[in-house]
């Protein structure tokens, strides 16, 4: 099977899955109207967007067949450090906090990268922790302990 194939089957299963949750949502879900939306409005607009990308990705496999080399390798590097620093994350969080959970996770992600640049991460895990303190805790009010055994009132 070419690359093609397989992007037409994998389009038809994107618009098979789309099309059934347009199907699940509308049938059991009120819609509601354009200025009160209902329930079932979220389900079918992302149903939709599925089965667009289906309908994209079938007509990619029919007629834009891509250049690709023979054999592709997987890249460990970058997919094993996402994969621990989502693990750092959800481990340190409940122990010590938003934002000691927050900095390891930056940090090893990072190392997944080609050019890793001590200062550069440095400065976008302060941006990215401030920012995620600042939407998650003081805007949201979500009930997070920011350092350990506190939580932030704001």
Known sequence: MT???????AGLIFLAFGLAAIHIADRDLPMGTA???GPGNFPVLLGGILGF????????GLGWPE???????WAWRPVSCIVASMLIFGFVLPR???VAALVPMFLVAALGG????????LVLTAVMTALAVGVFVVLLKLPFHVFPGRYFVW
């Open 3 to 9: 690359l093609g194939h397989k992007d037409f089957l």
């Open 35 to 37: 200025m009160h939306m």
């Open 53 to 60: 990308f289906g309908i994209f990705l079938a007509a990619r």
């Open 67 to 73: 250049k690709t080399p023979g054999r592709v390798a």
């Open 96 to 98: 010590l906090g938003l």
């Open 114 to 121: 080609r050019e890793f640049r001590v200062r550069d991460v």
